[in-house]
C-alpha cells in the first residue's frame, strides 16, 4: 500500500475510513460492516481485510477504490486476526473458534476450537509460522 494512505476503523459503528495524508483529504468513509471493526490488516498492498462483531470477515481491493470484493461468514463475533503468507487470514472469534480463511477463494478452509471459555481476543503466528499463540477468555 502506498506509505501516503493511512485507514482507520473505531468506535462501534463499523466505519472504514481511508485517508491521502498528501492532501490531507478523506478519500473514502463508509459504514462496512454492522459493527464494531476490531481487526484490520492489508495483503500485498492490494486488499483490506477486516472483521467484526457483526459475525464477518471482508475483503476490499485497494487497486479498484476500495471496493467490496467478498464477505465471508464468521461462526462469531470476530475480535482479532493476522493476514499469513499474504493469502490466509485468521481470525478469534467470539465463540471461543480459530477460523482460517482461504483469501485467494474468498472462503473458511477451516476452523477449530481454542477457547473453551470464551472469546479468542488476540492471536499471533510464531516467527517461523509453524504454531500459533493465542490469549482468551480462558486465560
Do not use: W
Not at 484490520?40 to 472483521?51: A, H, P, R, V
Not at 472469546?119 to 504454531?131: F, I, K
Amino acid at each position: 500500500m502506498s506509505n501516503n494512505i493511512y485507514i482507520t476503523t473505531g468506535v462501534k459503528d463499523g466505519i472504514m475510513a481511508i485517508h491521502d495524508m498528501r492532501t490531507n483529504q478523506l478519500i473514502k468513509k463508509e459504514r462496512v460492516h454492522g459493527g464494531a471493526i476490531n481487526f484490520l490488516d492489508t495483503s500485498l498492498s492490494s486488499f483490506i481485510i477486516t472483521g467484526s462483531a457483526d459475525k464477518t470477515v471482508k475483503k476490499f481491493d485497494i487497486m479498484s477504490g476500495f471496493k467490496l470484493r467478498a464477505s465471508m461468514p464468521a461462526t462469531d463475533a470476530v475480535f482479532c486476526g493476522k493476514i499469513v503468507n499474504n493469502n490466509l487470514a485468521i481470525v478469534g472469534c467470539g465463540d471461543g473458534n480459530i477460523l482460517a480463511f482461504d483469501l485467494d477463494k474468498d472462503q473458511c478452509l477451516y476452523g477449530y476450537g481454542a477457547d473453551q471459555v470464551g472469546a479468542v481476543h488476540c492471536l499471533a503466528p510464531t516467527e517461523d509460522y509453524s504454531g500459533l499463540i493465542t490469549g482468551g477468555d480462558s486465560g
